[in-house]
C-alpha cells in the first residue's frame, strides 16, 4: 500500500512518515469533511498529528508487532486488528486500571488512657478537700496515745522506785517513823501527780502539733490543684490537638493519592480514546486511498475503451 505525499506505509519500520504523509497528502479525502485541497483538513491535520507521535508508543496504537496480514480471499493486505486498554464502555479494562492503596487509617494518642493517669490528682483532691481527721492523723493520734500510756507508766514506777530509796535511807539512820513514811508517800504523790500533769500537757501539745501539721498538709495540697489541674487540661488539649492533626493530615494524604489514582487512571483512559481516534483516522484514510486508486483506475480502463 504506497503512502501519500509523507512517504511510504512501511509496516515493519518508521511508520509515523507514512501515517503522516498519506493523511496530510489526501487533499481530496480532506476536503469531503470540510477541508481544503492545500492543508488537508481534518484528515491532514490528524495526520500531522501522528506523524509527531513518539515511536515508543505505536505499539499501543498499531498492535506490536507491525505486520501486514492477506484476507482469506488473497486480494489484499489486511491491517492487524487494534490492541485497545478500553472496555466496551469505554472505560479502562481492569487489568490497565490503577487500584489506589486506599485509606490508611490515622495513628492518634488515647485519650481515655490519659484520663486514668489523672488517679494521682484525683487522690491528691480528696485529701485536700477531706473533713475531719485524715488517715494520717489517725494514726498520728494512736502513736501519740500509746506513748503517753508508757510514759505514765514510767513516771509511775520511778515514783515507786524513789519512795522506796527515801525509805530505805531512813531506815538506815534509824529515823523511819510512821509520821516519815507517811510525809515520803505525800510527798511521792505531789511529785506524781506534777509528773502526770506535765505529761498531760506534752501530750495535748503534740495533739495540736498533729492536727496543726495535718491541716497545713491540705492547705498544701489544695493550693497546688489549680495549677495541676491547668497543667492535666493543657496536656489533654495538646494530646487532642495532636489527634486532630494527624486526622487532617491523613485525610490529606488520603484525598491525594485517590486524586492521583483517578488522575492516571482518566489520563490513561483518554490516551485510549485518543488511539483509538488516530487509529480509527488511519484507517479511514487508508480506506480512502483504496477507494480513489480504484476510481481512478476505473477511470483509466474506461477512456482506453473510447
Known sequence: MGGGGGGGFDMGGAVKGGIGGSLVGMGG??????????????LGQIGTGIANIPGSILPGIFGDPYKQTVNSAGERPEMPGYKSILNGEGKLSDQYRLQ????????????????????????????????G???????????????????????GAQNLSQQAQAQSQLAMNGGLSSGAR???????????????QGLGRDAQMNSLNARLADDQ????????????????????????QFNLGQLQDTDKFNTSMAQDTNKFNMQNQIGGVQG?????????????KGFGAAKQGDAIANAGKK
Not at 133 to 155: C, H, I, T, V
Open 182 to 196: 507517811e510525809r515520803l508517800a505525800m510527798q511521792g504523790a505531789r511529785d506524781l501527780s506534777a509528773a502526770r
Open 133 to 155: 481527721d485524715s488517715p494520717w492523723l489517725k494514726m498520728e493520734m494512736q502513736r501519740q496515745a500509746l506513748d503517753n500510756m508508757a510514759r505514765g507508766d514510767r513516771l
Open 217 to 240: 498538709t491540705k492547705m498544701g495540697l489544695l493550693s497546688q490543684v489549680p495549677g495541676m489541674d491547668l497543667g492535666f487540661a493543657n496536656q489533654r488539649a495538646g494530646l487532642e
Open 100 to 131: 489506589g492503596p486506599g485509606n490508611i487509617g490515622a495513628r492518634t494518642l488515647d485519650t481515655n488512657a490519659f484520663a486514668a493517669n489523672q488517679d494521682a490528682l484525683n487522690a491528691i483532691k480528696s485529701r485536700a478537700m477531706s473533713q
Open 276 to 288: 483509538e481516534n488516530q487509529f480509527n483516522a488511519y484507517k479511514y484514510g487508508e480506506a480512502m
Open 29 to 42: 479525502a480532506g476536503a469531503l469533511l470540510g477541508g481544503s485541497r492545500n492543508n488537508g483538513g481534518f
